[in-house]
């Protein structure tokens, strides 16, 4: 089983940036397509972006498009969101998964991190 490790989140500014990363170990990270999620307090966990495990294919919620990056480094088993613009709506904690196909459907992950906090201040 894939274990997930986030980071790179923080405190920034409204129209800040950050980059987040999420490493893989103990799986075939080249097998797996890789999704980010969030979940604010007192929210559902809901879907920010995913990719394919070549690359070829991502995937965004409406409310990250055009502002969001997700990209991934097979030879570093690793996945990225780069966030711009960032928005004090965007504040959560931030969660990276693994699934066997690219979607946008919480259940059909089945390797979750632990998350890394994102706070935009207005």
């Known amino acids: 089983q894939v274990q997930l490790v986030e980071s790179g989140g923080g405190l920034v500014q409204a129209g800040g940036s950050l980059r987040l990363s999420c490493a893989a170990s103990?799986?075939?990270?080249?097998?797996?397509?890789m999704g980010w999620f969030r979940q604010a307090p007192g929210k559902e966990r809901e879907f920010v972006a995913a990719i394919s495990w070549s690359g070829s294919s991502m995937y965004y919620a409406d409310s990250v498009s055009g502002r969001f990056t997700i990209s991934r480094d097979n030879a570093k088993n690793t996945v990225y969101l780069q966030m711009n613009s960032l928005r004090p709506e965007d504040t959560a904690v931030y969660y990276c998964?693994?699934?066997?196909?690219?979607?946008?459907?919480?259940?059909?992950?089945?390797?979750w991190g632990q998350g890394t906090q994102v706070t935009v201040s207005s």
């Open positions: 103990g799986g075939t990270f080249s097998r797996y397509a």
């Open positions: 998964a693994a699934a066997w196909a690219v979607d946008r459907r919480i259940s059909d992950y089945f390797s």
